[in-house]
C-alpha cells in the first residue's frame, strides 16, 4: 500500500512563495501518477498539479506560471513550488496516488486517485 505524507504548509503573506513536500512510499515514483489537490474553506477538494510516471506535468488555469510539480531526486519525494501565492490559494493541500501511472483531462476529480494523504494547511493574508 502506498503511504503519503504531506509537509511545508504555513501562513504566508500574498505575494510569497512556499514549498509543499510529499513523502511517499518508494514503489510509487516507479509506476503511479501523483498529483497535489486542495480544499478551501466551504468548497469542494480540486485539483492543483499532477504529473505522470513518464514526467509530464499539468496544471489547474489558477495556478499556471506559479506552480511547479516536480519529483525528488531519490524519488521518494513529490514537491509543489509555489510563488506569488494569493489568499486564494488558501486550504489544505493533499498528496495523491494511482496506479494508472498516465494522465487524462479527467485527472482533476478526487474519484481518479486511490491513495492520499492527510493534508498540510497553508493559509495566504492580504
Known amino acids: 500500500e502506498v503511504q503519503l505524507r504531506e509537509s511545508g504548509g504555513d501562513s504566508v503573506q500574498a505575494g510569497g512563495s512556499l514549498r509543499l513536500s510529499c513523502y511517499a512510499s518508494?514503489?510509487?515514483?516507479?509506476?503511479?501518477?501523483l498529483a497535489w489537490f486542495r480544499q478551501a474553506p466551504g468548497k469542494e477538494r480540486e485539483g492543483v498539479a499532477a504529473?505522470?510516471?513518464?514526467?509530464?506535468?499539468t496544471y489547474a488555469d489558477s495556478v499556471k506560471g506559479r506552480f511547479t510539480i516536480s519529483p525528488g531526486d531519490f524519488k521518494t519525494t513529490l514537491y509543489l513550488d509555489m510563488d506569488n501565492l494569493t489568499p486564494e490559494d488558501t486550504g489544505i493541500y493533499y498528496c495523491?496516488?494511482?496506479?494508472?501511472?498516465?494522465?487524462?483531462?479527467?485527472?482533476?476529480?478526487?474519484?481518479?486517485?486511490?491513495?492520499w494523504g492527510q493534508g498540510t494547511r497553508v493559509t495566504v493574508s492580504s
Open positions: 495523491a496516488a494511482d496506479p494508472q501511472a498516465w494522465l487524462t483531462n479527467t485527472w482533476s476529480s478526487t474519484a481518479t486517485w486511490k491513495f
Open positions: 504529473i505522470n510516471s513518464a514526467g509530464t506535468t
Open positions: 518508494i514503489y510509487a515514483f516507479n509506476s503511479y501518477r
